[in-house]
């Protein structure tokens, strides 16, 4: 049994070394470019650390990604900034500003406008909600620091979120793979669903046209 303990210590301690970065630059690089499902990303990395790890490596998880998301936000942000500030704007701006829909912009102004900085707690778990409030703080003319202290919060409630799901789909399945699966496909359902009603309802609307 010790000599088995033994054996497996080198590849755990392994895995978290490779893993834990790879989840911190993945997560970061999410928040910047929408070419990772991070929320994905986190729910399965909490499905495999709590079959393969100790409990507390949970808490690392967490504390990983929220701190790669942050990042990722405050950079973006800053590069956004730069655009404003800019008499010819800048790429930063425009990709932020094309991944807005110009209705979901004025309606996280009207939020900005009503709630302030809290408002960015929601447009990190409201799916495609957080690009629309980030270019109102920027439109608003919002400073770094202020928005930073409201992603804070946001990054926190977002990767609590994600890791909740994961560990939810981890502990109604045996294997690792079935709750991986399990949470990946919930984690997309739940990105996924709005975009998909708009669109329907958008078609509609052209329909009854």
Request: charged share 15%.
């Amino acid at each position: 049994m010790i000599e088995e303990v033994l054996r497996q210590l080198p590849t755990e301690s392994t895995q978290q070394a490779v893993g834990y970065p790879t989840l911190f630059l993945l997560v970061a690089l999410g928040s910047l470019l929408p070419v990772v499902p991070t929320g994905a990303l986190v729910s399965t990395a909490a499905v495999v650390t709590l079959h393969q790890t100790s409990p507390f490596a949970l808490l690392v998880v967490f504390a990983v990604a929220s701190a790669a998301a942050f990042l990722g936000d405050v950079c973006l942000y800053w590069l956004g900034q730069r655009g404003v500030r800019s008499k010819n704007g800048s790429k930063w701006l425009e990709a932020i500003t094309s991944r807005a829909a110009p209705e979901r912009l004025e309606q996280a102004q009207r939020k900005l406008d009503e709630h302030d900085t809290m408002v960015l707690v929601l447009s990190r778990l409201v799916p495609a909600g957080r690009i629309p409030v980030m270019l109102a703080c920027l439109l608003g003319e919002m400073p770094l620091r202020q928005f930073a202290r409201g992603d804070v919060s946001a990054c926190l409630a977002w990767a609590a979120t994600y890791q909740l799901i994961g560990i939810l789909g981890g502990s109604l399945f045996p294997e690792p793979w079935e709750g991986v699966l399990a949470a990946v496909v919930l984690t997309l359902l739940i990105s996924g669903t709005p975009a998909l009603w708009r669109r329907l309802r958008a078609r509609m609307a052209r329909v009854a046209d």
